[in-house]
């Protein structure tokens, strides 16, 4: 079967080459061109590479993001499908996304075979999306209206300690170090991020840092 021909919309380069490394994986299923940082640099390689199978697109880039990139795709290239991968999960991005008319919506840390199964899924005609999405898609069309709140009505207050524990966090250190650094004992230190997963409405690491710096809390 001929390789799927991908693309990457994303301008964290960390999680760049952790996408490239998770499509390694399928070297027999996936043929990987390139890379752009923003949306203006993917439409500026599509017009030098413009047959490509399926896009995935960050939401969060700088000078064009991943919905405008999305529409502008869908304009100039109709054939080429765009996952959405995103570390937020709110209504208002779901909603714009579907509205840019996106193929399938996947949280970016998905592990690599649910990401590579949502692009066969496209492949073959279907739209992936991850559970948790799918539960806030739902939502949606049960209640459109929500989408209206404005994006800053996010109530969030965290301890000092906890603010504390997500700064270390966000510069990568385990339990243990954040433990070690803090003075308090990994269990206290766990106990920290259930209740910070909690009060964010989130259900992990990365969609807790990401959160935190989107509202300027670290």
Do not use: C, W
Request: avoid cysteine.
């Amino acid at each position: 079967m001929k390789k799927i021909k991908i693309a990457l919309a994303e301008d964290d380069q960390r999680l760049a080459t952790a996408f490239r490394e998770k499509l390694s994986l399928f070297n027999d299923l996936i043929d990987f061109r390139f890379h752009a940082v923003n949306g203006v640099e993917l439409i500026k390689r599509l017009e030098q590479e413009p047959d490509m199978d399926v896009i995935l697109m960050d939401i969060e880039m700088p000078r064009m993001d991943g919905i405008a990139a999305t529409a502008e795709v869908n304009k100039k290239y109709p054939k080429i499908k765009i996952v959405i991968l995103t570390v937020f999960d709110d209504e208002d991005k779901i909603f714009r996304a579907i509205q840019a008319v996106a193929n399938g919506y996947l949280l970016k840390d998905e592990p690599a075979r649910m990401i590579v199964d949502g692009i066969k899924t496209i492949r073959d005609g279907g739209a992936p999306m991850s559970p948790i999405i799918a539960v806030k898609t739902l939502g949606l069309l049960r209640n459109p209206h929500s989408v209206q709140e404005p994006e800053n009505a996010l109530d969030i207050s965290l301890t000092k300690r906890e603010v504390d524990v997500l700064e270390h966090l966000s510069q990568g250190l385990d339990y243990q170090k954040i433990a070690a650094v803090l003075f308090i004992a990994p269990s206290t230190v766990r106990k920290h991020i259930e209740n910070i997963y909690e009060k964010l409405h989130v259900h992990n690491k990365m969609q807790a840092v990401q959160l935190a710096q989107k509202h300027k809390l670290i």
